[in-house]
């Protein structure tokens, strides 16, 4: 079965914070994305990626950035947390084709006070 | 830009009874998957439907596609407990393979 694991599942967190949130997938999948979702707006792609060090914006950038080292490993930066980053953030990979499942990983349930 | 209405946002149906849950999109996509998440739960897919008039059911859900209509049906038949969740569906946007864009949900409670 394919694993996205994310290390975090639930976290507490200070404004203006440096916060990371790390996510591994365990079936050599090229693409792996961070999303967001809030109740009322769904989910929503922060940012993807195709490759190692490789990375494209998705439709809310602003405040995130990532960092893709290693195939198997995508991380989200909150470079300074803010309240209006409160979530839940989901990550998810999947092998590039069509028709190919895009796999989701728990869940972070983030709070920023 | 491209949306994903799907309705009814909130559906409370009786064990045994039958329910479709619309998802329609504003352009062209040659994707769409549907998702079903619990409380609390990350998402679980449930089907991907790559070209019009794609069908495919897996036990009491079957789930089909026009393209030509921009419309994705999910069908619930002779519902059960089992199946109260929120139903996703989402479509492929600008050719990218993971840019999906969600519908809001459908909140499904199935009661005895």
């Known amino acids: 079965d394919v694993k996205v694991t994310q290390s975090s599942r639930y976290l507490v967190k200070r404004t203006g914070e440096k916060v990371f949130l790390e996510c591994v997938q365990d079936m050599d999948h090229e693409n792996m994305f961070w999303y967001r979702q809030d109740p009322g707006l769904g989910l929503r792609l922060i940012y993807f990626?195709?490759?190692?060090?490789?990375?494209e914006k998705g439709d809310i950038p602003e405040g995130y950035s990532v960092s893709r080292e290693k195939k198997e490993r995508f991380s989200l930066i909150l470079e300074s947390a803010s309240t209006n980053q409160t979530s839940m953030y989901l990550c998810a990979s999947s092998v590039t084709g069509a028709g190919n499942t895009i796999y989701f990983g728990e869940g972070s349930w983030l709070t920023v006070v | 830009e491209l949306k994903v209405e799907q309705n009814p946002l909130f559906l409370s149906m009786q064990e045994g009874k039958n329910y479709t849950i619309y998802c329609n999109y504003s352009?062209?996509?040659?994707?769409l998957y549907w998702y079903r998440q619990d409380p609390g739960k990350s998402l679980e897919s449930l089907f991907v439907l790559l070209s019009n008039g794609a069908v495919k059911q897996e036990g009491r859900l079957m789930a089909s596609l026009d393209t030509k209509a921009r419309l994705s049906t999910l069908h619930i038949t002779a519902a059960v407990h089992d199946l109260s969740a929120t139903y996703f569906c989402?479509?492929?946007?600008?050719?990218?393979?993971?840019?999906?864009?969600f519908g809001k949900g459908t909140k499904l409670s199935v009661k005895p």
């Open positions: 352009t062209t996509s040659d994707r």
């Open positions: 989402a479509v492929v946007y600008g050719g990218s393979q993971g840019n999906l864009i």
């Open positions: 990626s195709y490759d190692v060090k490789m990375k």
